[in-house]
Structures are given as structure tokens and as C-alpha cells.
T-cell receptor, first 113, second 114 residues
Framework: KQEVTQIPAALSVPEGENLVLNCSFT??????LQWFRQDPGKGLTSLLL?????REQTSGRLNASLDKSSGRSTLYIAASQPGDSATYLC????????????FGRGTQLTVWP | NAGVTQTPKFQVLKTGQSMTLQCAQD?????MSWYRQDPGMGLRLIHY???????DQGEVPNGYNVSRSTTEDFPLRLLSAAPSQTSVYFC?????????????FGQGTRLTVV
């Protein structure tokens, strides 16, 4: 079974800071790792998908890295804004069961002006 | 392109009632799955399907049934609702592509069982 852990559980920062959210997983035989954003009362929005053969992916101010050997992924948010306030979830799957995602419990981010 | 559509968005049930949560996707994805999200527990897999006619259990399948008669639809049935099934339910779909297995989620169904 894949266990996914996210640290920290909550983070509160002033606007403009560069942030690092951490995700660790126990089974290195992952197929890919996906980062999501969830706003209160809303669904999950996909931010970045990293295939197991890749080391990182970038989208705008977001950069996600993947290190399978150490069982870790990080989401880097540059120049944070109040609109970035949300819960960030990471999820991993395994090659043998691609349709299943194993989720961490998320990092609740608050960016204040 | 609607993506993943869930209905209803909100539902209140009495204990013992049954109902079906609907999920439809228009991306021709083979994989579909149902999760529940509870405070402090994260998202947990209920059931999933790797194609029409094929389903399997996830972490928390008790009290729920699924079937997959078409690629597009994956309904979740609550057989006899219990207060412990009060939760937010999410449906997801993805493709078993070698190059892109990105999962897409619906907006959720918020269920309260009284």
C-alpha cells in the first residue's frame, strides 16, 4: 500500500514569500505524482503532473520536483499571492493500479496581504 | 468539454434511505473512481473501475455499490444510508496512457445523512 504524507499541515505566510510544500511517499514504484489545489467547498483542480521518468514540471509560478529514490516530491510556489490561499494535495499512483490515487492529507496555505 | 460531471451537488438523506450519486465524463477515459473526503482523513478510495464492466474495491467499500455499463458513466449507490456516510464524495477519471495519466475530478457531492 502507498502511504503519502504532507508536511506542513498548515502554513501561513505574508504575500511575496517563496514557499515549499513537501510530499513524501513510501512506495518508490510510483507511476506518477500529481499536485492538486482545493478551494473551500470546491473540487480538486489539477496543478501539475510529474511522470516517474521526469524530475520536475513547471507551470507559471509553480514548480514541482520528484525524487523517487528518496520518496519525495516538493511543490515550490514563487512570489506567493493571497489568491494562492487554498489546500494543496499531492497524490501518487502505482504502475500496477494506475486508476487508483493515494492522497496525502494536504497542506492548508494562507497567504495574507 | 464538460470534463467530469457529478449530480447532485447537495443531498440530505434519512438513515436507511438509498440513493445513487451520478458521475459522467466526456473525455473517453477508461479509469473512473469514487473517493470520499472527511475532515482530518483526506481522500479515501471507495471503488474504482478500469473499464466498462470491470470494477474493484478501494479502501472503504462497505455500504456502497458500483457498476460500469458504459465508458462515460460510473454511478455510486448507497444501499442503506447511515450517518457515518455523511461526507463529500468526489468522482475522478483518467486515461491509462503511457504519457499522460492525469486525473480529473468532479466538483463533488456533499451528502448529509440524518
Amino acid at each position: 500500500k502507498q502511504e503519502v504524507t504532507q508536511i506542513p499541515a498548515a502554513l501561513s505566510v505574508p504575500e511575496g514569500e517563496n514557499l515549499v510544500l513537501n510530499c513524501s511517499f513510501t512506495d518508490s514504484a510510483i507511476y506518477n505524482l500529481q499536485w492538486f489545489r482545493q478551494d473551500p467547498g470546491k473540487g480538486l483542480t489539477s496543478l501539475l503532473l510529474i511522470q516517474s521518468s521526469q524530475r520536475e514540471q513547471t507551470s507559471g509560478r509553480l514548480n514541482a520536483s520528484l525524487d523517487k529514490s528518496s520518496g519525495r516530491s516538493t511543490l515550490y510556489i514563487a512570489a506567493s499571492q493571497p489568491g494562492d490561499s487554498a489546500t494543496y494535495l499531492c497524490a501518487a499512483n502505482r504502475g500496477s493500479t494506475l486508476g487508483r490515487l493515494y492522497f496525502g492529507r494536504g497542506t492548508q496555505l494562507t497567504v495574507w496581504p | 468539454n464538460a470534463g467530469v460531471t457529478q449530480t447532485p451537488k447537495f443531498q440530505v438523506l434519512k438513515t436507511g434511505q438509498s440513493m445513487t450519486l451520478q458521475c459522467a465524463q466526456d473525455m473517453n477515459h477508461e479509469y473512473m473512481s469514487w473517493y470520499r473526503q472527511d475532515p482530518g482523513m483526506g481522500l479515501r478510495l471507495i471503488h474504482y473501475s478500469v473499464g466498462a464492466g470491470i470494477t474493484d474495491q478501494g479502501e472503504v467499500p462497505n455500504g456502497y455499490n458500483v457498476s460500469r455499463s458504459t465508458t462515460e458513466d460510473f454511478p455510486l449507490r448507497l444501499l442503506s444510508a447511515a450517518p457515518s456516510q455523511t461526507s463529500v464524495y468526489f468522482c475522478a477519471s483518467s486515461s491509462p496512457s503511457q504519457t499522460n495519466t492525469e486525473a480529473f475530478f468532479g466538483q463533488g457531492t456533499r451528502l448529509t445523512v440524518v
